[in-house]
């Protein structure tokens, strides 16, 4: 026992602002940790203090190398709240009434770019590899963690067709719920409006079977391509005819009430006799 203590003098519980506390098992002495029996006895006694403390949950973090651990901590009450690559996190909720703690992230983000150049009215199209149908479509992919939207939309379409580009707008948002590209969650997929600063295509041959810059009336026309694609290329010719202001969300950067974080919002310009109203 008071060799377990002096391995667990590692992990600290560490408060958060919702009245829970955090303990994370990476912070054990050796890359395994104490054995099964002697962690539940310590867990045991800490439970009990938190609740003593008044502390309203547990989230407890488990390194994959200690998976071990995680039959003893469900055996006390805790349930699997997400995994990552090389961790789990499993909760115990000690507050009264049911579990009042936050769901894990349900949605996978894709993107995609319709780059548009202007000088000709011509849009960059793809046709992926692995698809039954081979239907015209914007080059993009899933946004990865950290990734802003702008962002992402400008690497898949340089990853996928060797165009440069950079960012405008937002010009579209498809929800879907139960996707199984998702692993049956549900799925937002969000189109950008890109201006290109190359225009050779070198397109990546394993991802794609066809790449080219196709005229936006064709797309617009085209049975050919998939239903969302054909929807905001006559959203895009519009803006083309008519000035991008009218379909363009833009994005604004804000800093965040946490100290040193900014967030972006993405929203329809006001126009510029509303921009400065304060009352």
């Known amino acids: 026992w008071r060799a377990l203590r002096g391995a667990l003098a590692g992990p600290r519980a560490r408060a958060d602002r919702f009245g829970g506390v955090s303990v994370d098992l990476a912070e054990l002495r050796g890359r395994r940790g ?6 539940g006895r310590w867990l045991q006694d800490s439970v009990k203090q938190w609740r003593e403390e008044g502390r309203i949950a547990v989230w407890l973090h488990v390194p994959i190398l200690q998976s071990r651990l995680i039959a003893t901590a469900a055996a006390q009450g805790f349930t699997f709240h997400h995994a990552e690559s090389d961790s789990s996190t499993l909760t115990l909720w000690l507050g009264e ?24 009215g011509k849009v960059l199209v793809v046709q992926d590899r692995n698809r039954t149908v081979n239907a015209w479509k ?15 939309a400008v690497r898949e379409v340089f ?5 440069k580009s950079e960012f405008k707008s937002i010009l579209s948002v ?29 397109f990546c041959q394993q991802e794609c079977l066809r790449c080219e810059w196709m005229d936006l009336d064709e797309l617009a026309r085209t049975k050919h391509a998939t239903p969302i694609t054909s929807n905001v290329a006559k959203l895009l ?8 202001d009218k379909i363009d969300i833009t994005m604004k950067e804000f800093p965040a009430v946490y100290a040193g974080l900014f ?8 126009p510029e006799s509303y921009r400065n109203i304060t009352g």
């Open 34 to 39: 104490p054995g099964p029996a002697a962690f």
């Open 97 to 120: 009434g049911p579990s009042r703690l936050p769901g894990y992230a349900t949605h996978q983000i894709g993107v995609a770019g319709a780059v548009l150049d202007e000088s000709t």
């Open 138 to 152: 914007f080059p993009g992919g899933l946004s990865n963690p950290g990734e802003d939207i702008g962002d992402t």
């Open 159 to 163: 990853e996928e067709t060797g165009i």
């Open 174 to 202: 498809r929800q879907q719920h139960r996707h199984p590209g998702a692993f049956g969650k549900s799925d937002m997929y969000i189109i950008c409006r890109l201006e290109p600063s190359s225009f050779t295509i070198s």
């Open 237 to 244: 010719r519009y803006g083309y005819r008519e000035g991008f």
């Open 263 to 270: 967030y972006k919002l993405y929203h329809r310009e006001l």
